[in-house]
C-alpha cells in the first residue's frame, strides 16, 4: 500500500474537498480519499503509485493547482477486533 499526498491551492470549502475526492475516485484504484481545503491537501491510500503528471493535469482542468506531493509506503492499522486474525 503507498500513501500519497497531494499539497493542493484553491480548494476552499467542502464542495472542493468532494470534486476532487471524486476526481481521484473516478481515475485510480484507491482503497481512500481524503481532501481537507483547510489543510490544502488531498491524502489517497492506494496498491499502486499515482500518475502525478497526469494528476497534476485533471486536476488543473477542475480548477486547482497540485503544489507539491509526497509518497511513503502505508501499513494499515489493525483494528481493537484483529486478535486470532491472520
Known amino acids: 500500500m503507498i500513501k500519497t499526498v497531494l499539497k ?12 476532487m475526492n471524486d476526481l481521484i475516485r473516478k481515475n485510480f ?14 491524502v489517497i491510500i492506494s496498491e499502486e503509485p499515482i500518475d502525478i503528471p497526469w494528476a497534476k493535469k485533471q486536476i488543473k482542468e477542475i480548477g486547482y493547482e497540485l ?3 509526497e509518497s511513503e509506503p502505508y501499513e494499515k492499522k ?3 477486533f484483529h486478535f486470532g486474525k491472520k
Open 8 to 19: 493542493i491551492n484553491g480548494m476552499m470549502c467542502g464542495m472542493c474537498e468532494s470534486h
Open 78 to 80: 489493525k483494528g481493537f
Open 29 to 42: 484504484k484507491v482503497d481512500k480519499v481524503n481532501s481537507s481545503a483547510s489543510d490544502g491537501e488531498t
Open 67 to 69: 503544489v507539491s506531493y
